[in-house]
């Protein structure tokens, strides 16, 4: 099994920064690509950023300039930071991880989820 595991959300005002992170562990042999989502309420879940394993990397328009995706493949850990917060970002944020286990299946994992709210 593979557990995905996010930290750092919180409530922050506009215009703030914060720092997201997901440690994946367990049956790990290795992993692929690795991505941020975000589902506000009423909203379908969106892709914020993705990161591959040759480091290139994707981002939603809406975020572009903004947010910066990096990982630590030593710690099988993806970061996100994000500037210049909007209350528009206000969402639940979703860690994505293409796995490949030491079964050598690969399979999508996700992790719980966490809140970030941007407010005055």
């Known amino acids: 099994q593979v557990q995905l595991v996010e930290s750092g959300g919180g409530l922050v005002q506009p215009g703030g920064p914060l720092r997201l992170s997901c440690a994946a562990s367990?049956?790990?042999?290795?992993?692929?690509?690795m991505a941020w989502y975000r589902q506000a309420p009423g909203k379908e879940r969106e892709l914020v950023a993705a990161i591959f394993t040759n480091s290139g990397t994707n981002y939603g328009d809406s975020v572009k300039g903004r947010f910066t995706i990096s990982r630590d493949n030593a710690k099988n850990t993806v970061y996100l930071q994000m500037n210049t917060l909007k209350p528009e970002d206000t969402a639940v944020y979703y860690c994505?991880?293409?796995?490949?286990?030491?079964?050598?299946?690969?399979?999508?994992?996700w992790g719980q989820g966490t809140q970030v709210t941007v407010s005055s």
């Open positions: 994505d991880a293409l796995v490949l286990t030491t079964t050598l299946s690969i399979q999508s994992y």
């Open positions: 367990g049956s790990i042999f290795s992993v692929n690509a």
